[in-house]
């Protein structure tokens, strides 16, 4: 494999463990940071033309990479990706800024719209991808412009956004490099008050201290995974060092050390039980990534 000249960090044989919240993924190959658009457009050229996998990575916070790591290149975009810019109500914002930022600077501000997301440890582009939501405000509802670069077409603008729960309907091969929000405005004590009560009701109800990847599952229809999972009386079953948390059983803990086939092992034994208990086939919200970029269920199939 050779990687291209471009501004940015490059290293080799990283633990992806070091960048996700469940703490767990064996070496990447390369992990880089492209610093501008320009540097991104060079290396996605060329591990396209060489035929290398990669895979953009956010905070890590959704995605649970395999023990062996991955064979290609882990994308992170860099400080180039950062810029968060308010004029009036409208916000530009960069895919790499951290959400939490966005909503805490629209609440100083005194703009409406996203401050139940606050608490959601994701990147812009990442809340953008998956369409992050929580407490009834989905990320993509104010988004009104997605900026990206395609692996096959190139730059790319997205006005006519159809968003789905926890999905954005964005082709696996598009990197969101940035965007534009459309948010309300309103008083910014009131807004920053909204945003402690649903922090607090996030610290109450969900296992925030411990290493997971958030909710395991989507919910599925007229129904809450959690309160399934819970009434099967799994809180605090475990496999290995994988763990159902005792505080939400839709979250997954890494209670120390647990390798990605514990947790796979977990999240599917979990996930029959459900169905053979219920009839209700939960869908994962979590992603997981085998060692070549493959988007996996817990059997391993490809999706
Ligand atoms: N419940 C249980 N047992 C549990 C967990 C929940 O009985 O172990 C019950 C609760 O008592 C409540 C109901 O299930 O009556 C709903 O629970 P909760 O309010 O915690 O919300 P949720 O449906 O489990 C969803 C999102 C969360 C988001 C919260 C708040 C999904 C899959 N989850 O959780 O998102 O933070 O609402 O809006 O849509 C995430 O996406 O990673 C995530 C955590």
């Not at 996700?20 to 540097?39: C, K, M, N």
């Not at 005194?110 to 991808?129: K, S, V």
Request: one cysteine or more; a negative charge.
């Amino acid at each position: 494999m050779h990687l291209p000249d471009f501004q940015g960090l490059k290293l080799s044989s990283v633990p992806l463990s070091q960048f996700t919240t469940w703490h767990i993924g064996g070496p990447a190959d390369w992990f880089v940071e492209p610093q501008s658009l320009r540097d991104l457009e060079i290396l996605i050229n060329s591990l396209r033309d060489q035929n290398i996998s990669w895979f953009l990575l956010g905070n890590g916070s959704n995605i649970l990479f395999s023990d062996s790591g991955f064979r290609g290149v882990i994308i992170h975009l860099g400080d180039g990706f950062h810029n968060i810019q308010f004029t009036d109500s409208i916000v530009i914002a960069g895919a790499g800024a951290q959400l939490n930022l966005l909503t805490k600077l629209a609440a100083d501000k005194g703009f409406t719209g996203i401050e139940g997301l606050a608490g959601i440890p994701g990147t812009i582009g990442g809340a953008a991808f998956t369409n992050a939501g929580a407490y009834d405000q989905s990320f993509l509802s104010r988004c009104i412009e997605i900026q990206g670069l395609c692996e096959k077409k190139g730059f790319k603008t997205i006005t006519d956004i159809r968003p789905g729960y926890r999905s954005g309907g964005f082709p696996d091969d598009f990197i969101i490099t940035g965007l534009h929000l459309s948010l309300t405005p309103g008083d910014s004590d009131r807004i920053h008050q909204l945003m402690n009560q649903y922090l607090e009701r996030r610290r109450s109800t969900q296992p925030l201290s411990k290493a997971s990847a958030g909710c395991t599952f989507k919910n599925p229809d007229n129904s809450g995974a959690g309160r399934l999972i819970d009434e099967l009386g799994f809180k605090g079953f475990k496999n290995g060092r994988a763990m159902i948390s005792e505080k939400h059983a839709n979250f997954v803990i890494n209670s120390g050390g647990a390798s990605a086939s514990e947790i796979i092992k977990l999240i599917g034994h979990v996930r029959s039980k459900v169905s053979e208990t219920c009839g209700v086939e939960l869908e994962l919200e979590v992603l997981i990534i085998d060692e070549n970029g493959n988007r996996i269920d817990p059997e391993g199939t490809i999706r």
